[in-house]
């Protein structure tokens, strides 16, 4: 991955394609969620597809605490600028989603389309369900467990038993042991920025962009 300085810090970025560029903002927990998209010839042989770890994962550098959701946008926008120098499609899973919309709200001249992959809205319903039952999940963490924590965490947002041999036939080697060493991220930065985070109808409709918004298993 190529390393490049944007918003004042350090980010990994990978790129693969020629075409409009796409900017992959990946979600909590597993830096390399969107890896495998890079070897899709029907993205690669359409789109300049960017994919880069936020601040937290892997070799990028670390998030100062707190670190808010705008300023996650503001670093997408500088990778966006410095990479492209234009606008692009966005595409943000989970967390990146939420980094997504408020990419599109704050520098909507930047974000050519938005696609959001189960945003990760604690008001909505399923945010609320997956809140009621983060609690044990975080004091896995408090206590010290991460490996437990990061777990548990996947085990909720995937709804399945066999996440870990999907995980592993899909995503590079180490991407769980990378996830446990990036957990301080999720936990103690994420987690209250996203609960601190507001996003109302009113903003909604400032989105313009076309926009695909998809929900399901």
């Known amino acids: 991955m190529e390393h490049i300085s944007a918003n004042g810090a350090e980010f990994e970025v990978e790129e693969a394609g020629a075409g409009e560029p796409l900017l992959l903002i ?11 998209l890079l070897s899709e010839s029907s993205l690669t042989s359409r789109y300049r597809v960017i994919q880069y770890h936020r601040r937290g994962y892997c070799g990028s550098s670390r998030p100062p605490r707190p670190f808010t959701i705008p300023e996650q946008a503001q670093d997408a926008l500088a990778i966006l600028r410095r990479v492209c120098g234009e606008s692009a499609h966005v595409a943000g899973h989970s967390y990146g989603g939420v980094i997504g919309i408020q990419l599109a709200l704050d520098a909507p001249e930047a974000v050519h389309s938005l696609a959001l992959f189960e945003p990760a809205w604690f008001p909505g319903p399923a945010g609320q369900a997956f809140a ?3 609690g044990p999940i975080i004091d896995l963490y408090q206590g010290g467990d991460a490996e ?6 996947t085990s909720a947002v995937l709804e399945t038993d066999d996440w870990r041999e999907q995980a592993d036939r899909t995503l590079p080697a180490g991407w769980y042991e990378q996830a446990i060493a990036d957990a301080d991220t999720l936990f103690e930065v994420e987690f209250p920025a996203l609960a601190e985070w507001d996003f109302t109808a009113e903003m909604a409709a400032r989105i313009k962009q076309p926009l695909l918004a998809v929900l399901g298993g």
Do not use: Q
Request: no cysteine; glycine share 24%; net charge positive.
């Open 26 to 36: 990946h979600g909590g927990v597993i830096g390399d969620a969107y890896k495998p």
């Open 132 to 134: 009621k039952g983060a």
């Open 148 to 153: 437990g924590a990061v777990s548990a965490f």
